[in-house]
């Protein structure tokens, strides 16, 4: 089959990461007789240098032309960037909140994960890791209140400013349900987190949620507060299968349960809305400080293009390949710095990502 | 002197983890020449059963009119408890809400600290623990979404819940000088925690921050995104002082915190305003699973009287000893089910109360 893939590099270490998950995807495409074709376009901080916003609406609309989106990593060094000196709706970040709105993609999947090859990288004692742990943060992702509206006002002298957050039984509802979706895949096990002890809109959350439940009989809900889960999630990962959780709790929690794995170069994530069409991008950021060194690990977007493969293709063979390569890659002691232990062979991001290629 | 306390009791364990700071302050009153009067309220659950709400105005004035507010917990197990089948502005967490807002309790105080000897009960590794790690978090209790308009509404036949998230300058700049100040005494590190990137409100914060760190310039102000807040805690604590943040965001991250010290039964906290008054508090919850059976670890709320001699009471001599003698029955062995470990002894929530009184 032939697939068009969008492509955006980014910022940062973005441009050599992506180009590591082209060459893995030209290797399934060789071996499994698909042709990948790919469409480049700028986002972030490199559209600025350009067109001086973050997503033109030409790139939008190749992305929402094409099959489906593989993105680096966009932003700076936040402070001691150029980017940073202008309007917040200008900076290189709006231009990822502009994709995933203007795609509908309001369904972001984080898979938090325990390598067993890397415990050592995990922050935590042997005894919380156990047998290792394996959860999935399932993230709203074109609400809440980083979609609602704000403002910054002077009220009788005094700057105030303002930020709405609001979800609708629509919104929660297509969320909920790709959450137990992946769940009867999983564990059969949802967490939804929410502060339903205090805001609206949690509380319509957790109603909504309980009614998408009556419908996956075989999943057992529960619901977490937030301030709890940002507990557990330390005192005891291993007891989570899929989390379901809004916008900006999902923000803060999918970031905690990466670090948590200690393998955060490791962790994709895949950003699906209505349609086929989807983003798939690493969980972790664009890393200026090591952006062109051949030093990033670009294993987190190689997986992410597994993701790609799985959800946007339906190429499950194909996504297990990849996926198994970087699992023997592991198994073989190859490491970037990142995840780098004694006894193993450090390699360049250039390195891994044909080490990878040629395990398929 | 003679100081006038009301005494909260509350819910779950509690009434009886705040019997044993009450032996302790007794104790450091007969010792150094004090008398502390108790006026004990309801609050919580415990209101509702009697009064039908979980604050009345008469436990507000009290309050109020008191030198100091101690107060056990509040609320009960979610979904397991008669409090919940009630409107939510009826159930005991909003007592809580509301005594803070009452007696404009603007600024909480909560350390989250590794003690030495208990190590073990940490869940990270011991690369990660090093030295130790003793930071502060300074939440904003009384404004922010927890305390913004809310509404529940149906447009066009579909659900719709709203929350707003409001902030004006004087709000930030008060709580940004009180962690300002606490910075001073410590290691003079203030690191502010916003969504800087996507939030008009965190926009104000940071800036209204960055004036108020004009008139600390010993004091070394950094910010950081909370996402990767939440990811830092757990990668490298050693790095943080003081966190200055907004009421959700503290919420979420003080908790994290305090998971991440391993010792939540061992955290307290000092909520402030603009008056000597305050009201002090375990970090944890009111754990009902154990409530009644003397197997709660009431040190929590000792340290917790000894922020309120500390703060309220400007008894600074006293204050250390309370949390002198806390150190020695750690060093002597005992400890409560929570933090027990091998070769310790362990005592039950009474035990434990007299052991630290004894050591006064
Ligand atoms: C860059 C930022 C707007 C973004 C978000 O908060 O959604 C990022 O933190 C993420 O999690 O993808
Ligand atoms: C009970 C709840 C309303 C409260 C809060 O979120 O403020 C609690 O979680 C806390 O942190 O003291």
Known sequence: M???VTVIPGDGIGPEIVREAQKVLDKIGEKFGHSFN???????????????????DETLAVAKASDSV?????????????????????????GLLAIRKGMGLFANIRPAYLYEELKDACPLKDEIIGDGFDMVVMRELTGGIYFGERKTEEVDGVM?????????????RRIAVKAFEIAMKRDKRVISVDKANVLDSSRLWRKVVAEVAKDYPEVQLSNMLVDNCAMQLVRDPKQFDVILTENMFGDILSDEASMVTGS???LSSASLGATKCGLYEPSHGSAPDIAGKDLANPIATILSAAMMLRY??????EADAVEAAVKKVLEDGYRTGDIMSQGMKQVGTIEMGSLIAERI
Chains 1, 2 share one sequence.
């Open 2 to 4: 032939n697939y068009n």
């Open 38 to 56: 790919y469409t480049e376009v700028l986002m972030g901080g490199a559209s600025i240098d350009v067109h001086g916003v973050p997503l033109t």
């Open 70 to 94: 593989l993105l680096g990593a966009v932003g700076g060094d936040v402070g001691n960037s150029k980017w940073y000196d202008i309007a917040p709706e200008l900076r290189p970040e709006a």
């Open 160 to 172: 105030k400013a303002t930020d709405i957050l609001s979800y609708d039984e629509n919104e929660i």
């Open 264 to 266: 955060i170069g490791m």
């Open 312 to 317: 946007s293709f339906d190429l499950d063979q």
